[in-house]
């Protein structure tokens, strides 16, 4: 299932292209995934609150073709040219979400960012992506990698284990067609209620 799950929030962050702006460094992704994604309760309410918060458009010029403002956020226009993309799903014996941010222009380093953000390696990196598992511990995250499995099964139970996705192909699309470049973005899955 959590298979299924990632798969389609990897084809719904990568479905979209936004005008250029300023040139978006690691720190602004890392920045902006930590302002919106993960800086307090997670969910596609409180995330989008924090974005609109923080200044993140729901309308404007670059926003993508199949840009839906009930889901996703422009970056502030001051900003780098980046998009938040949340998603909730709920199948009755499972919830799950996702909050990303993206960006068309290819990004180097957003792996390593991400690594200084949570003080632990990934547990699997393929080129310039990477993957981490992780746990919320309060206000920190502990990698699930260094947990025993009892300890990752009540994170699961309790909504706390994340996985967390550097998607990067280093390359804007070559046919100039709709696509990221690179995008950070957290799938959590816990029990439906």
């Known amino acids: 299932m959590l298979v299924r799950f990632a798969v389609g929030a990897l084809a719904l962050c990568m479905t979209s292209g936004v005008a250029e702006a300023r040139q978006a460094r690691p720190d602004d992704i890392v920045t902006a995934f930590g302002a919106v994604c993960i800086a307090g309760e997670t969910g596609q309410t409180e995330e989008l609150a924090r ?3 923080l200044g993140w458009r729901t309308t404007g010029v670059g926003a993508p073709k199949n840009f839906d403002p009930a889901t996703q ?3 502030p226009s001051t ?3 980046l998009v938040l993309t949340t998603m909730f799903q709920s199948s009755g014996r499972e919830v799950r979400d996702s909050c990303g941010v993206s960006s068309l222009t290819p990004v ?3 792996g390593d960012a991400v690594r200084n953000l949570f003080g632990f390696a990934p547990i699997f990196v393929m080129a310039r992506s990477a993957t981490f598992s992780v746990i919320r511990m309060g206000t ?3 990698s699930a990698a260094m947990m ?3 300890m990752v099964d009540a ?3 309790d909504g706390r284990l994340y996985s967390v ?3 990067d192909n280093g390359l804007r699309p070559p046919d100039g067609s709709d696509g990221y470049a690179v995008s950070l973005t957290f799938l959590r899955a816990k029990p439906g209620n």
């Open 73 to 75: 956020r422009l970056s």
């Open 148 to 150: 025993d499995k009892a």
């Open 79 to 81: 900003g780098a040219a």
């Open 165 to 167: 996705l550097v998607l």
């Open 155 to 157: 994170a699961k139970h």
């Open 140 to 142: 920190t995250w502990q």
């Open 51 to 53: 974005a609109d918060a």
């Open 108 to 110: 180097e380093g957003v």
